[in-house]
């Protein structure tokens, strides 16, 4: 009787002991303008409608580095068994930028389901991202998400680059 006992006690102490915490999860866009002309931008889902957007502005031939924090609760690895794991609420905005015309929009998103697994459950982050290009066909946006951490926080790095096409 005193091993239901202790094990009673455990699964109603467990979840008391699992390391949850608050953390941010960084997701780094990195603007290159690889044109003559100033990249505008024309919306940024994460400010406030009527904030200025100038500032995000990216000179010809320049780099600009958007660093866009979300909060977020994880439950972090411990030694031990974990029988939960929190969920996490997806993590996604847009952008556009605009050049003479052409507009490049670039849309992003992380979920990271909580996966069950045979001895305990795990985090399998999973990103996204869809790039638009509209207007006249002078430029070129492309977009790759790179340097991702498997773990939380579950930082990334997008990459977009806009250019001037060369005729043929």
């Known amino acids: 009787m005193n091993h239901i006992k202790r094990f009673a006690l455990a699964v109603a102490l467990g979840p008391v002991f699992i390391s949850g915490a608050m953390a941010d999860t960084a997701v780094l866009v990195q603007v290159t303008n690889n044109t003559s002309d100033t990249l505008r931008l024309k919306h940024l889902s994460v400010l406030p409608p009527d904030y200025p957007t100038a500032g995000y502005d990216v000179s010809p031939n320049r780099l600009r580095n958007i660093n866009i924090p979300f909060q977020r609760a994880f439950t972090y690895p411990t030694s031990g068994w ?8 997806p993590i996604e905005f847009n952008l556009a930028y605009e050049i003479n015309g052409h507009t490049c929009q670039l849309y992003t998103r992380l979920e990271v389901p909580v996966i069950p697994g045979w001895a305990e459950p795990s985090y399998i982050p999973r990103w996204s991202k869809n790039i638009k290009s509209s207007g006249n066909n002078d430029y070129t946006c492309e ?3 790179s340097e991702k951490m ?4 579950f930082s990334y790095t997008i990459k ?3 250019d001037r096409k060369t005729p043929t």
């Open 150 to 153: 498997t773990e939380a926080p």
């Open 82 to 89: 974990q029988p939960t794991l929190k969920k996490i609420e």
């Open 160 to 162: 977009l680059a806009i």
């Open 143 to 145: 977009a790759v998400i």
